[in-house]
């Protein structure tokens, strides 16, 4: 069966650090992936997704990068945190395929505290 | 992707059934209508999706109306773990989550 994994759960870090957080998939192939954004009382924000290798797509303008070195794995990044980017942050994987009518699985999601 | 409207709570007492709205006016031919869940601080659950006919499967029942601008979640007998946002979504390629509908089942 397929498993998506998150780590870290819960972090800490101040105003201008950098930050790496990452998703792995396990139990599928060539699946697409996407990391989105949840602030404090609000709705999913979609910020990157991937259909595969190398190949990133950015949703909304800002402080975040996107990277997908191997095929199940999917790294969210920033050189400097900003008050801002404080959230609830959730990969997620559908199969790759022409149809549209695929669930998207999500992962438990890491909390980020920018302090 | 089209847009969604849904209230924003309802209530419901444990044991009845739930049944939250969601309406998708500008809806595509092609685009599928998913309902996800998100208890708090967890990641979205998948609940079900279609596109034409209505569908049913062990969470829940899902009515979409002939013309396909609104549907509706049925939750047949909610319990007080059925307390989370649910998000219908009309997607196309990608999901975009509105704000969705705070449900909360009371005893």
């Known amino acids: 069966s397929q498993t998506i994994h998150q780590w870290p759960a819960t972090l800490v870090q101040p105003v201008g650090s950098p930050l790496s957080l990452e998703c792995t998939v396990e139990?599928?192939?060539?699946?697409?992936l996407y990391w989105y954004r949840q602030a404090a009382g609000r709705g999913l924000q979609l910020l990157f997704y991937?259909?595969?290798?190398?190949?990133i797509s950015s949703e909304v303008p800002q402080n975040l990068s996107a990277s997908r070195p191997q095929d199940r794995q999917f790294i969210l990044s920033s050189k400097k945190l900003l008050l801002s980017d404080s959230g609830f942050y959730l990969c997620?994987?559908?199969?790759?395929?022409?149809?549209?009518?695929?669930?998207?699985?999500f992962g438990p999601g890491t909390r980020l505290t920018v302090l | 992707d089209a847009k969604t409207t849904q209230p924003t709570s309802m209530d419901c007492a444990e044991g009845r059934a739930a049944n939250l709205p969601c309406n998708h006016s500008?809806?595509?031919?092609?685009?599928?209508v998913y309902w996800y869940r998100q208890i708090h601080s967890q990641g979205p659950q998948y609940i079900i999706h279609?596109?034409?006919n209505n569908e049913t499967n062990e969470m829940a029942s899902l009515i979409i109306t002939e013309d396909r601008k609104s549907s509706t979640l049925i939750l047949p007998h909610a319990t007080l773990r059925d307390t989370a946002v649910y998000y219908c979504?009309?997607?196309?390629?990608?999901?975009?989550f509105g704000q969705g509908t705070i449900l909360t089942v009371h005893p």
């Open positions: 500008t809806i595509s031919g092609n685009e599928y």
């Open positions: 979504i009309v997607r196309e390629r990608k999901l975009t």
């Open positions: 991937s259909v595969g290798i190398g190949q």
């Open positions: 139990g599928t192939s060539n699946p697409n």
């Open positions: 279609g596109l034409k």
């Open positions: 997620a994987w559908t199969v790759s395929s022409q149809r549209r009518s695929n669930e998207q699985f």
